[in-house]
């Protein structure tokens, strides 16, 4: 079992930025997910162990950047110029072996989440 632990949320006002950071120890595919309330989990950005491979989804492209520390055992996600439909609660996640960066489904282990807050 693999424990993830989310920190960095918080409220910013729009144009912020936040990094968020993911205790995340082992060899696998890591990745950050959101939901906002009344919606689905929606992908953010994913990190190949290594840390050589990256994906984006459509929300934060261009406003995001994923990255890991290994000697850390640490995934970060930097978020720039927050809107405020960038409101949500942000997932780290997990999984081994094959599947799809952007599917919640295939991913074993789950954070609780931190709530990223941005005002108008």
């Known amino acids: 079992q693999v424990q993830l632990v989310e920190s960095g949320g918080g409220l910013v006002q729009a144009g912020g930025a936040l990094r968020l950071a993911c205790a995340a120890p082992?060899?696998?595919?890591w990745a950050w997910f959101r939901q906002a309330p009344g919606k689905e989990r929606e992908f953010v950005a994913a990190?190949?162990?290594?840390?050589?491979?990256?994906t984006y989804g459509d929300s934060l492209k261009g406003r995001s950047t994923i990255s890991r520390d290994n000697a850390k055992s640490t995934v970060y996600l930097q978020m720039n110029n927050l809107r405020p439909e960038d409101t949500a609660v942000y997932y780290c996640?997990?999984?081994?072996?094959?599947?799809?960066?952007?599917?919640?489904?295939?991913?074993?282990?789950w954070g609780q989440g931190t709530q990223v807050t941005v005002s108008s």
């Open positions: 996640a997990a999984r081994g072996g094959s599947g799809r960066d952007s599917s919640p489904s295939d991913y074993q282990f």
């Open positions: 082992g060899r696998y595919v």
């Open positions: 990190i190949s162990w290594s840390g050589g491979t990256t």
